[in-house]
């Protein structure tokens, strides 16, 4: 068995809307039924026992790659990841499959992966395998690369309502919602919280003058010099003391409860280590934390520090053991518990009670193995937040207010929270940006509460998404056009449009990216753009099957048409019907109050209509196209021409855009822009635009150059009609054609060269329509032959043109800009010549460098 072309499908895909590895896998013939393997499944099972639980049913013949899969799958559930969705399908090669196993953290799934290709071999060479290594090895990288508690649940939160969400990090730094309508948190922090909230909040001192300033009662307290200067410190506040770093978080170097110097000397060199320190007062009672969210209280908890029960037998070593079992107990803030520690700091505390960790406590002896109540330290949580008075309450958001944060953890010293803190000596001792959750998620007792709720709430009011409008376009012609045409109606409507396509990625009409951008990458670093009020993504196969789609839903998807010239042969999409379900893809990831815009004179985009969760507005030149009359007597969106305008009509609403008000259709005479003018109308519609905004928007775009560079643009040479188009494929020929035939010519000369990775036939088709509508036809290679060796593209192109009506004279031209040279020195006023550019860029600056040199010998002359 060999493993090929593995990747990550990072978004919606050709098989599911989970992320998933996909990766191509050869079996040799015995290796098409394990039967066939001696002794394999017996020695799987042995090996790794976990497999049965995944395991198919017991009738089905089964490969070696159907096993991978299981196996692939299995691993990672088995690590305590919450992954589903597996496949194996058979490709046209024999013994060639595609096997597809969801992940949740791709270094996760693809470490599953190799873990079940190393289990297979070992299964089938009869060596050993450790399973449980292996799971452990998966479940520790899942640990280290998941979401932590506090990050995930604002995260699940936001999913429970629809907002998407993309990891900008391996951390915790996380973006919500798109384009301008995004926020942006750093585990519990949000975006609007001012490095000065924060800075405040890590000066202790500052803090407590603040607070005090604000009527919030805190604990007297001052910083300190060194040793001597803080047992002054203690003694002029009065013991016992609190001694901890002026800067800091988490419970680190803090030290409570001290009553002597020899304490003191232990507390200060622990506060030390985090930089400089303070002696405050300490103030009895409980440890409490209150979470504040804006402008309330949502959650609030006793701590309380760790503690083991002696029981006569053990030590305390031994009693710590045993309370870290726990499995909620765990390393880091990954775990509901922290594990306990038996640091300097808890042997200090037990030489104070006079323990050691290898003493024996008495039954029911209550060992305290620290002063401070952080979990992060080991300590337990009890939610208390239905016991909070409302003095209290107010108390805490005054301090974090006055603070500035607008997620603040308020620590509280008091004997009791159902009393204002003024009555009972209580105070505010703390107050903390980027406050743990997990305490509120998963308190040790009581009940949970909502805080990643109530903190996406506060980043998003009722009904918002953080959704920007987003237009997904795809097919085999016209996506560019379609997608530029959309862009500028939006733009004409006042939006900043950021729109990606095979030209490159824009945002409000300035480039970010160039090339060929018509893919996920491109679409994801559109919607982070903060300038982004409205998205449209070209959408092209190559980057649905290389990595799924950069978004996880659409407002609006276009598809324009499907044609079986559209690299067929190319990753296992051999047929027109396989093309048909790719492309689908972005139909399927509609938004379920969103529109699919399909060409109802295309069958192969109309079975699309069944995988749409949305609603469908259809086009077609012809009104009485039987799948657009249906669906407009069904009372749905429908667009048409008629009486020589685009007609938009939903049940007996009409609205009419006249075809002579745009010049990207000549009036409607290049028909197949009309048919690129009606579908980005109805995307427009469908997003809910004004209707005299998409008039001045259709009036304004022509297919020029600057506007849509390689679609159509018409120029003039010496009085000869010039025509630059990209088109590639033989229905693009078809549609080119008859744009051609419909403008005035005495000769029609053409360009053309062709894809090397395109099929036999289908460059062969190409130049059979060309030569049945061109006088003279100049072949000339690409510059990039895809596979292809030398020549075989033109020879391919010449059988095409044998037994051509109409073509009298062919030519072959070494290399593009010699072609286009060639065809221009043989034209006269009135020819037509129509060049089928390559290089798009490269070769408009190069009929443009030849326009204007005939234009200066005009004048010269």
Same mark, same amino acid.
């Not at 019907?577 to 379920?592: G, H, Q, S, W, Y």
């Not at 290679?781 to 059988?799: C, H, K």
């Given at each position: 068995?060999?493993?090929?072309?593995?990747?990550?499908?990072?978004?919606?895909?050709?098989?599911?809307?989970?992320?998933?590895?996909?990766?191509?896998?050869?079996?040799?013939?015995?290796?098409?039924?394990?039967?066939?393997?001696?002794?394999?499944?017996?020695?799987?099972?042995?090996?790794?026992?976990?497999?049965?639980?995944?395991?198919?049913?017991?009738?089905?013949?089964?490969?070696?790659?159907?096993?991978?899969?299981?196996?692939?799958?299995?691993?990672?559930?088995?690590?305590?990841?919450?992954?589903?969705?597996?496949?194996?399908?058979?490709?046209?090669?024999?013994?060639?499959?595609?096997?597809?196993?969801?992940?949740?953290?791709?270094?996760?799934?693809?470490?599953?992966?190799?873990?079940?290709?190393?289990?297979?071999?070992?299964?089938?060479?009869?060596?050993?395998?450790?399973?449980?290594?292996?799971?452990?090895?998966?479940?520790?990288?899942?640990?280290?690369?998941?979401?932590?508690?506090?990050?995930?649940?604002?995260?699940?939160?936001?999913?429970?309502?629809?907002?998407?969400?993309?990891?900008?990090?391996?951390?915790?730094?996380?973006?919500?919602?798109?384009?301008?309508?995004?926020?942006?948190?750093?585990?519990?922090?949000?975006?609007?919280?001012?490095?000065?909230?924060?800075?405040?909040?890590?000066?202790?001192?500052?803090?407590?003058?603040?607070?005090?300033?604000?009527?919030?009662?805190?604990?007297?307290?001052?910083?300190?010099?060194?040793? *001597?200067?803080?047992?002054?410190?203690?003694?002029?506040?009065?013991?016992?003391?609190?001694?901890?770093?002026?800067?800091?978080?988490?419970?680190?170097?803090?030290?409570?409860?001290?009553?002597?110097?020899?304490?003191?000397?232990?507390?200060?060199?622990?506060?030390?280590?985090?930089?400089?320190?303070?002696?405050?007062?300490?103030?009895?009672?409980?440890?409490?934390?209150?979470?504040?969210?804006?402008?309330?209280?949502?959650?609030?908890?006793?701590?309380?520090?760790?503690?083991?029960?002696?029981?006569?037998?053990?030590?305390?070593?031994?009693?710590?053991?045993?309370?870290?079992?726990?499995?909620?107990?765990?390393?880091?803030?990954?775990?509901?518990?922290?594990?306990?520690?038996?640091?300097?700091?808890?042997?200090?505390?037990?030489?104070?009670?006079?323990?050691?960790?290898?003493?024996?406590?008495?039954?029911?002896?209550?060992?305290?193995?620290?002063?401070?109540?952080?979990?992060?330290?080991?300590?337990?949580?009890?939610?208390?937040?239905?016991?909070?008075?409302?003095?209290?309450?107010?108390?805490?958001?005054?301090?974090?207010?006055?603070?500035?944060?607008?997620?603040?953890?308020?620590?509280?010293?008091?004997?009791?929270?159902?009393?204002?803190?003024?009555?009972?000596?209580?105070?505010?001792?703390?107050?903390?940006?980027?406050?743990?959750?997990?305490?509120?998620?998963?308190?040790?007792?009581?009940?949970?509460?909502?805080?990643? *709720?109530?903190?996406?709430?506060?980043?998003?009011?009722?009904?918002?998404?953080?959704?920007?409008?987003?237009?997904?376009?795809?097919?085999?012609?016209?996506?560019?056009?379609?997608?530029?045409?959309?862009?500028?109606?939006?733009?004409?409507?006042?939006?900043?449009?950021?729109?990606?396509?095979?030209?490159?990625?824009?945002?409000?009409?300035?480039?970010?990216?160039?090339?060929?951008?018509?893919?996920?990458?491109?679409?994801?670093?559109?919607?982070?753009?903060?300038?982004?009020?409205?998205?449209?993504?070209?959408?092209?196969?190559?980057?649905?099957?290389?990595?799924?789609?950069?978004?996880?839903?659409?407002?609006?998807?276009?598809?324009?048409?499907?044609?079986?010239?559209?690299?067929?042969?190319?990753?296992?999409?051999?047929?027109?019907?396989?093309?048909?379900?790719?492309?689908?893809?972005?139909?399927?990831?509609?938004?379920?109050?969103?529109?699919?815009?399909?060409?109802?004179?295309?069958?192969?985009?109309?079975?699309?209509?069944?995988?749409?969760?949305?609603?469908?507005?259809?086009?077609?030149?012809?009104?009485?196209?039987?799948?657009?009359?249906?669906?407009?007597?069904?009372?749905?969106?429908?667009?048409?021409?008629?009486?020589?305008?685009?007609?938009?009509?939903?049940?007996?609403?009409?609205?009419?855009?006249?075809?002579?008000?745009?010049?990207?259709?000549?009036?409607?005479?290049?028909?197949?822009?009309?048919?690129?003018?009606?579908?980005?109308?109805?995307?427009?519609?469908?997003?809910?635009?004004?209707?005299?905004?998409?008039?001045?928007?259709?009036?304004?775009?022509?297919?020029?150059?600057?506007?849509?560079?390689?679609?159509?643009?018409?120029?003039?040479?010496?009085?000869?009609?010039?025509?630059?188009?990209?088109?590639?494929?033989?229905?693009?020929?078809?549609?080119?054609?008859?744009?051609?035939?419909?403008?005035?010519?005495?000769?029609?000369?053409?360009?053309?060269?062709?894809?090397?990775?395109?099929?036999?036939?289908?460059?062969?088709?190409?130049?059979?329509?060309?030569?049945?509508?061109?006088?003279?036809?100049?072949?000339?290679?690409?510059?990039?032959?895809?596979?292809?060796?030398?020549?075989?593209?033109?020879?391919?192109?010449?059988?095409?043109?044998?037994?051509?009506?109409?073509?009298?004279?062919?030519?072959?031209?070494?290399?593009?800009?010699?072609?286009?040279?060639?065809?221009?020195?043989?034209?006269?006023?009135?020819?037509?010549?129509?060049?089928?550019?390559?290089?798009?860029?490269?070769?408009?600056?190069?009929?443009?460098?030849?326009?204007?040199?005939?234009?200066?010998?005009?004048?010269?002359?």
């Amino acid at each position: 068995m060999e493993l090929q072309r593995i990747r990550a499908l990072r978004g919606p895909n050709l098989w599911t809307r989970e992320t998933a590895i996909e990766v191509i896998v050869h079996c040799t013939p015995q290796e098409l039924d394990i039967d066939g393997l001696t002794g394999f499944e017996s020695r799987l099972r042995a090996l790794y026992p976990g497999i049965g639980e995944r395991w198919p049913l017991e009738t089905e013949k089964l490969n070696l790659a159907q096993v991978l899969q299981v196996a692939a799958l299995s691993l990672q559930t088995q690590a305590g990841c919450a992954v589903s969705f597996s496949r194996t399908a058979p490709t046209v090669e024999p013994g060639v499959f595609q096997v597809v196993v969801e992940y949740s953290q791709e270094k996760v799934g693809r470490l599953a992966l190799a873990q079940a290709q190393a289990l297979l071999e070992a299964a089938v060479a009869g060596r050993p395998y450790d399973a449980a290594a292996a799971v452990a090895e998966l479940r520790e990288l899942d640990e280290d690369l998941r979401l932590g508690p506090s990050t995930g649940a604002i995260v699940a939160a936001a999913l429970a309502r629809g907002i998407p969400y993309r990891r900008l990090t391996d951390g915790s730094l996380v973006q919500f919602g798109w384009g301008a309508r995004q926020r942006r948190i750093q585990a519990a922090e949000i975006d609007s919280t001012s490095a000065v909230a924060e800075a405040i909040a890590q000066d202790k001192e500052l803090t407590k003058t603040l607070l005090q300033a604000a009527g919030v009662p805190v604990p007297s307290g001052r910083p300190v010099a060194d040793v *001597e200067d803080a047992w002054a410190a203690a003694q002029r506040i009065g013991l016992p003391v609190v001694v901890k770093p002026q800067h800091g978080n988490q419970g680190k170097g803090v030290t409570v409860n001290v009553v002597a110097r020899d304490q003191l000397e232990a507390a200060y060199q622990a506060a030390a280590e985090y930089g400089a320190v303070m002696v405050e007062k300490y103030l009895s009672g409980g440890d409490y934390r209150l979470l504040v969210v804006g402008n309330r209280l949502v959650a609030a908890a006793r701590r309380d520090p760790p503690i083991v029960i002696g029981d006569g037998q053990a030590t305390v070593r031994e009693l710590v053991a045993r309370v870290n079992a726990d499995p909620r107990r765990g390393e880091g803030h990954a775990s509901p518990l922290t594990k306990i520690r038996l640091d300097d700091i808890a042997i200090e505390r037990l030489r104070v009670q006079g323990l050691t960790p290898e003493a024996v406590p008495a039954v029911g002896q209550s060992v305290l193995l620290r002063n401070n109540a952080n979990l992060s330290t080991g300590g337990i949580a009890t939610d208390v937040t239905d016991d909070v008075h409302r003095e209290v309450a107010a108390r805490a958001v005054a301090a974090a207010q006055m603070v500035g944060l607008h997620i603040c953890g308020v620590d509280v010293v008091c004997e009791s929270v159902m009393r204002p803190l003024e009555d009972q000596g209580g105070g505010v001792v703390e107050v903390n940006a980027a406050p743990g959750l997990r305490m509120h998620l998963l308190p040790s007792y009581g009940r949970a509460r909502a805080v990643g *709720e109530a903190i996406i709430d506060h980043l998003f009011a009722h009904g918002e998404d953080g959704r920007v409008p987003t237009v997904a376009v795809t097919g085999t012609n016209g996506k560019t056009t379609v997608t530029r045409l959309i862009a500028h109606l939006l733009a004409t409507s006042g939006l900043r449009v950021g729109m990606t396509n095979t030209d490159g990625a824009f945002v409000a009409g300035r480039p970010i990216d160039d090339g060929d951008c018509s893919g996920p990458r491109s679409a994801r670093r559109v919607l982070a753009h903060p300038d982004v009020d409205a998205a449209v993504f070209e959408t092209a196969r190559g980057g649905i099957l290389r990595e799924g789609l950069g978004f996880d839903r659409c407002a609006v998807a276009v598809v324009t048409n499907i044609g079986a010239g559209d690299h067929l042969g190319l990753n296992y999409i051999r047929t027109v019907e396989d093309l048909t379900v790719l492309k689908r893809v972005i139909v399927r990831n509609l938004a379920p109050e969103g529109f699919a815009v399909l060409n109802a004179a295309d069958p192969h985009v109309v079975a699309m209509s069944v995988a749409c969760p949305g609603a469908i507005c259809y086009f077609a030149a012809d009104r009485h196209h039987p799948v657009l009359a249906a669906h407009r007597a069904r009372g749905g969106r429908v667009v048409y021409v008629e009486g020589g305008a685009i007609v938009a009509a939903e049940g007996s609403w009409r609205e009419r855009l006249a075809l002579a008000q745009a010049p990207i259709t000549r009036g409607g005479v290049i028909g197949f822009q009309v048919e690129n003018a009606m579908a980005a109308v109805a995307a427009a519609w469908c997003l809910g635009l004004d209707w005299d905004a998409m008039r001045r928007g259709l009036e304004s775009f022509d297919s020029d150059v600057q506007t849509t560079p390689g679609r159509f643009n018409l120029m003039d040479y010496r009085g000869a009609t010039l025509i630059a188009d990209y088109g590639h494929n033989a229905d693009a020929m078809r549609a080119l054609v008859g744009a051609v035939q419909a403008l005035p010519a005495r000769r029609r000369t053409v360009v053309i060269s062709g894809a090397g990775d395109r099929r036999d036939q289908d460059l062969r088709e190409q130049t059979v329509i060309l030569g049945a509508a061109f006088d003279e036809v100049i072949l000339y290679q690409d510059a990039a032959q895809r596979g292809r060796a030398d020549g075989e593209v033109m020879a391919l192109l010449r059988e095409g043109l044998q037994g051509a009506t109409r073509t009298s004279q062919v030519r072959e031209v070494h290399g593009e800009f010699a072609a286009i040279d060639a065809a221009l020195q043989g034209l006269q006023s009135g020819d037509l010549c129509l060049v089928l550019v390559d290089q798009v860029q490269e070769a408009l600056a190069h009929l443009a460098a030849r326009i204007e040199e005939a234009r200066s010998q005009a004048q010269t002359a």
